[in-house]
């Protein structure tokens, strides 16, 4: 069987929604799905899935995350080589350059661990309405998809 952990960062709640969406979709599909916060979580829970997701709020001008620094430093120095990955995270537009910067943080951190990039990053503003389901349900399917392949590979 296929497995996902979700790992997500909120202060009001947007990217809880986001990662329960993302979960949802995949526990729908018949994936075994863990769903942590990320001050909770021990980066090391993506050793033992298959699909490895993170859903980042960004804060004071690209900031990451506070509670969420020790995950990230850890996260880098994994080898998550054969595991698939996805970010999907909130932020709001009105940050201009500094919009979801978190995300593609998060992405960066993901590739120095040697994971594989199964879809692109989501970036939705403020509260997921009905078109950002629409996308975050085709984030899961394609992440599934991958991690289909990947096991058929092996
Ligand atoms: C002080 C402050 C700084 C913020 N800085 C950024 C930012 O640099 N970039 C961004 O995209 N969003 C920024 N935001 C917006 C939040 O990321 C956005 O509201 C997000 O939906 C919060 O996610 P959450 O509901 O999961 O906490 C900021 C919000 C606050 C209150």
């Known amino acids: 069987m296929i497995t996902a952990h979700v790992v997500y960062a909120t202060i009001t709640g947007n990217n809880e929604d986001i990662a329960d969406?993302?979960?949802e979709r995949l526990?729908?599909?018949?994936i075994e799905v863990n769903e942590t916060e990320i001050s909770q979580t021990d980066a090391n829970v993506?050793?033992?899935?298959d699909i490895c997701?993170?859903?980042p709020y960004t804060y004071d001008e690209g900031a990451l995350p506070e509670e969420g620094l020790d995950f990230f430093d850890d996260?880098?120095?994994?080898?998550l080589s054969e595991k698939i990955y996805g970010v999907a995270g909130s932020g709001d537009t009105f940050y201009e350059e500094y919009f979801n910067v978190a995300v593609d943080r998060f992405d960066d951190a993901f590739k120095k661990a040697g994971a594989i990039k199964a879809t692109d990053n989501i970036k939705i503003n403020l509260e997921p309405d009905g078109h950002d389901i629409e996308a975050?349900?085709?984030?899961?399917?394609?992440l599934i998809l991958a991690a289909q392949k990947q096991q058929s590979n092996d």
């Open 21 to 23: 969406i993302i979960t």
């Open 27 to 30: 526990e729908d599909r018949g």
């Open 46 to 49: 993506f050793l033992e899935c």
């Open 53 to 55: 997701i993170v859903c």
């Open 75 to 79: 996260l880098q120095e994994l080898d």
């Open 136 to 142: 975050l349900d085709e984030f899961s399917d394609d």
